[in-house]
Nanobody, 127 residues
Framework: QVQLVESGGGLVQPGGYLRLSCAASGFTWNDYAIGWFRQAPGKEREGVSCIRVNSGMTLYADSAKGRFTMSRDNAKNTVYLQLNILKYEDTAVYYC????????????????????WGQGTQVTVSS
């Protein structure tokens, strides 16, 4: 059974940092994509970033560029999202998701492209 498990969320002050992890298991895909999405209270779920796991090529939303960095450890089937210079508006539940057979390169920013989702991890930025 495919499983995605996020971890690393928590409470941080503005300007602080966190590293989120997404561990994947139960799959036999060759070259898949992992996306990070977030959903703040009262707002729609939005794309943050994504990565093509074999090449490591990434894509970032404007809100993430310059502050967030995505990476992967293929040996561990784990993807990371480094969150730096956090702002109040970064407060959200962060989800990782998998697209087993990407149709776009490096990956899609659309929620509909992703077939498997984790349970989410809470990031709260507060002073």
């Amino acid at each position: 059974q495919v499983q995605l498990v996020e971890s690393g969320g928590g409470l941080v002050q503005p300007g602080g940092y966190l590293r989120l992890s997404c561990a994947a298991s139960g799959f036999t895909w060759n070259d898949y994509a992992i996306g990070w999405f977030r959903q703040a209270p009262g707002k729609e779920r939005e794309g943050v970033s994504c990565i093509r796991v074999n090449s490591g090529m990434t894509l970032y939303a404007d809100s993430a560029k310059g502050r967030f960095t995505m990476s992967r450890d293929n040996a561990k089937n784990t993807v990371y999202l480094q969150l730096n210079i956090l702002k109040y508006e970064d407060t959200a539940v962060y989800y990782c998701a998998a697209d087993p057979y990407p149709r776009k390169y490096p990956c899609s920013d659309s929620l509909g492209a992703y077939d498997y989702w984790g349970q989410g991890t809470q990031v709260t930025v507060s002073s």
